[in-house]
């Protein structure tokens, strides 16, 4: 193929795109808006359109030009391209360790260093570089044999259609896997539902479907990437003899690679790299199904060899599965603080994210629909990290003859008041109030919490006792509570109700904030309450506050308005706050300070790293109470970063521009002598 002479002006408009797409979407790092770069695009498109003779097939606007294949040409690999074999825990890893470096004949104290990388979920693919130039795509197939998919890696940005810079060799074939991204996956199958068209199951198979269409236009409007993990074939040229410095070389030419690749020098290491990933699963992108570990040296890959159709050299950690079929025994209504009846669904006991699962939240009636459940289904249940375990499809063509509808009760399961529903809410709500004893006891759950009167010892399982037995109803009955009636119940000593009453005791002395927040107005949560404690200074100018008056704080719209308006207007919770106070529940009241009065008024703080002690949003809020605001990153406005453990690129950029830092430890202090209340 001759290549054709392009004018200088186009030549630099075609590599100015190509640099640019390289830094979107290999580096992550883009430096143009996007619509600039659309403008030199539609630049390049309109003199490639009065010039088509001088269109080179690597000009970025050539990535959809191909028309339909006809079929699947077979592809045989010239390197096979092996799987993995498999760990599932630290133990196994730690043994696999040792295997390795007994073949190698190391000793204990001699190490072999080893890359980390995430195992992507998606489809292993081979791409062949000739003299820089992409000319094939395939997949893996069964390892010998692939297919040609040529025409649809072409329209995935994030593999080039010529290699970047120099040096690279004549002959180059990159492997790598294609995924999909998450929020990509998403909205692809929320738009497929609104025409009626077939879902996919979950981001690898859209994957796998996509790279597999035989028309490129299709393939180029899925939301696909490619990262690569390895090289194959490699003539003509060297390529350095470590796995981690040929990877970064690829990406200088180009070609994208993970962003979380690390290095680990012994199974310590290794699990930290396991913790930070698993940590990290549930934020990223696209979706990982484990970590894969391998030899860094090549010279030490080639000693160790192949079992059979793996590698020796490297090692997939699985992470637990997160999703698993099973059976839907029944369904369940559950009545929350506020009344809300949610559907719950009892599960045949199954494992999954780690974990055996035997209930799963339906939501609401809507969600029941949408999903089309009946009792006696199999669903796909799926868990992730600590989330609530969740039924995200019904798999219909397994549904017994037996199988029946949800139907949804019209009287509450516990106190059989009215079920309503509230024209333009989802939820339906149990209409029994605090007459109703799941509701009263839920209330009674958020009222002793950590962030609510903070009641140590007077938990979900006492309160429900408690209530079951009618020794506690209301709020201010947990101040008439007596030693003699506690230890009539069980498991509770002479210690632990002497303990718990001092309790009781003691933290009827509290804070406006706390104390708003306990109530259990709807909608209205700790930041909230925490506002509306420092814009009004006494509870009972929050009580008397117009709802017009109550939007004005911060954090607080209409609808959060019209609770906390509705909910100081009834007697009988007018009552129950009457009664608290009566029992003695306090809290020091002042007037309020002006937000340019604040001591950290127009301040900008940036918080970075792990925080032991309190969580980030606990920690952003006190800032704010402070009246500082709280940024995302660091520039030149920035007045202080508060670093916490394994803190980044943040804590860099802040030493590099002189901003104020400060340790966790040294924030805390700083804290207390500002006189926040702190929950350590
Ligand atoms: S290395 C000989 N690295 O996992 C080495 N594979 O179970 C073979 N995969 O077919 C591949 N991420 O599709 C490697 N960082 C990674 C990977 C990875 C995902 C997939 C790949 C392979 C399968 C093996």
Not at 284 to 304: A, W
Request: proline share 4%; glycine share 6%.
């Amino acid at each position: 193929m001759s290549k054709a002479i392009l004018p200088l002006e186009i030549q630099q408009l075609s590599d100015q795109l190509d640099l640019h797409n390289y830094r979107y979407h290999v580096l992550d790092e883009p430096s143009i808006p996007d619509a600039h770069y659309d403008k030199l695009f539609k630049q390049l498109q309109a003199w490639e359109q009065a010039n088509p003779e001088l269109v080179s097939p690597q000009s970025p606007t050539q990535r959809v030009g191909a028309k339909p294949i006809n079929g699947f040409s077979q592809i045989t690999h010239e390197m096979p391209m092996l799987s993995l074999d498999n760990v599932f825990n630290g133990e196994e890893l730690t043994d696999y360790s040792q295997r390795i470096k007994e073949r190698l004949g190391l000793s204990d104290e001699q190490s072999i260093e080893y890359a980390c990388e995430p195992k992507l979920d998606g489809i292993a693919v081979s791409l062949l570089y000739e003299n820089g130039l992409l000319i094939r795509g395939a997949t893996r197939g069964d390892g010998t044999t692939g297919e040609d998919i040529t025409h649809n890696v072409r329209t995935i940005a994030s593999i080039p259609l010529k290699l970047r810079g120099s040096g690279y060799p004549d002959k180059l074939e990159v492997r790598g896997e294609i995924y999909m991204l998450k929020a990509g996956f998403v909205a692809m199958n929320e738009q497929a539902a609104k025409i009626g068209d077939k879902l996919f199951v979950n981001p690898r198979n859209a994957a796998a479907g996509s790279i597999r269409q035989l028309d490129p236009k299709i393939t180029a409007r899925r939301p696909l990437e490619m990262c690569c993990y390895s090289v194959g074939v490699v003539e003509g040229g060297e390529i350095p003899d470590e796995h981690i410095a040929t990877l970064e070389l690829l990406q200088s030419w180009g070609l994208k690679i993970n962003p979380h690749l690390s290095k680990a020098q012994n199974i310590g290491d290794k699990i930290s790299y396991i913790d930070t990933m698993q940590k990290l699963r549930d934020q990223l992108p696209y979706e990982i199904d484990g970590l894969v570990f391998k030899v860094n040296n090549y010279h030490l890959q080639q000693r160790l060899g192949f079992i059979s159709r793996a590698p020796r050299w490297a090692i997939a950690y699985k992470f637990p599965a997160q999703e698993a079929l099973t059976e839907v025994e029944n369904v369940e209504f559950q009545v929350g603080r506020t009344g809300a009846i949610t559907p719950v669904a009892r599960l045949k006991p199954v494992f999954v994210g780690g974990v055996t699962v035997s209930n799963a939240t339906l939501h609401n009636m809507d969600e029941i629909q949408r999903l089309g459940l009946q009792v006696k289904d199999t669903v796909v249940v799926h868990r992730a990290g600590d989330v609530i375990p969740k039924v995200v499809r019904v798999i219909l063509e397994q549904r017994p003859a037996d199988a029946y509808a949800v139907e949804f009760p019209t009287q509450c399961p516990v106190c059989q008041a009215e079920i309503v529903r509230i024209a333009g809410e989802v939820v339906s709500r149990c209409s029994g109030g605090l007459a109703c004893a799941a509701q009263r006891k839920e209330a009674l759950v958020h009222y002793v919490s950590k962030k609510a009167l903070d009641i140590d010892g007077l938990g979900e399982k006492l309160i429900d006792t408690l209530v079951s037995k009618e020794m506690v109803a209301k709020f201010d009955d947990i101040y008439h509570l007596s030693k003699s009636n506690l230890m009539r119940l069980e498991r509770m000593g002479d210690k632990s109700v002497d303990k718990l009453l001092q309790t009781i005791e003691r933290t009827k002395q509290t804070s406006l904030a706390r104390f708003i927040y306990a109530l259990g107005i709807r909608e209205v949560g700790e930041a909230t309450a925490r506002n509306l404690a420092r814009e009004f200074g006494y509870l009972d100018r929050v009580m008397t506050a117009s709802v017009e008056r109550l939007e004005q704080v911060s954090d607080v719209g209409p609808i959060v308005a019209k609770h906390l308006a509705s909910f100081f207007s009834q007697a009988q919770n007018l009552a129950v706050i009457d009664s608290l106070r009566t029992a003695g529940v306090n809290w020091p009241e002042a007037e309020p300070i002006a937000e340019a009065e604040l001591s950290l008024a127009n301040k900008v703080y940036v918080l970075t790293g792990t925080l032991e002690q309190m969580g980030r949003a606990e920690a952003k809020a006190h800032l704010q109470e402070l009246g500082a605001k709280v940024a995302g990153s660091v520039s030149k406005k920035t007045d202080c970063v508060v670093a916490g453990t394994a803190a980044g690129s943040k804590l860099t950029k802040a030493q590099d521009l002189g901003v104020e830092i400060l340790t966790e430890v040294e924030f805390i202090a700083f804290l207390k002598a500002h006189n926040v209340v702190l929950d350590l």
